[in-house]
């Protein structure tokens, strides 16, 4: 009697946890969100986004024949796009350039793999900073794992 009295319950909590699972895949994001944050108060950033559909694509191809989205970033804004995990597996930053009436330096990002560098449902942050004498002008790339606050 005792055994009975453990296996019900094991068996009851065994059904719910795969029943879980199961509505959390059902629930699981099939997108991931690249964010642009441009951390300048004064220029624009002009940005070329490059994208393929195969994660395998290697970098001098998606910089060749990606597809292309051209991006401007306001000087103090943040600008957000939404890709299916389906229609794009690799993407970078080919080209951004601040747009000060001086000069126009230029930055790059690597190229970011699904599933190697980010999964569905991840956030994947571009934040763009200069100097004050503008000549420093960089990216930095960040992930926000989905789930995480």
């Not at 199961?22 to 642009?36: E, G, I, K, M, Q």
């Not at 991006?71 to 890709?83: A, D, H, K, M």
């Not at 690597?110 to 934040?127: A, K, P, Q």
Request: aromatic share 8%.
């Amino acid at each position: 009697m005792k055994s009975r009295a453990i296996i019900i319950p094991v068996a009851i909590l065994s059904s719910a946890l795969v029943g879980c699972q199961a509505l959390l895949d059902f629930l699981a994001p099939n997108s991931f969100t690249v964010t642009f944050v441009n951390d300048s108060d004064t220029y624009d950033v002009e940005l070329t986004l490059a994208t393929a559909e195969n994660e395998n694509t290697p970098e001098d191809v998606l910089q060749l024949l990606g597809d292309e989205r051209n991006i401007t970033v306001g000087p103090g804004q943040t600008v957000v796009r939404v890709f299916n995990c389906d229609a794009i597996g690799a993407l970078m930053i080919e080209t951004a350039e601040l747009q000060s009436p001086l000069i126009q330096p230029d930055t790059e990002s690597g190229v970011w793999r699904l599933s190697e560098d980010f999964v569905c449902g991840d956030e994947i942050v571009f934040t763009f900073t200069h100097s004050d004498v503008l000549i420093d002008f960089d990216v930095s790339e960040e992930v926000r794992t989905f789930g995480t606050p």
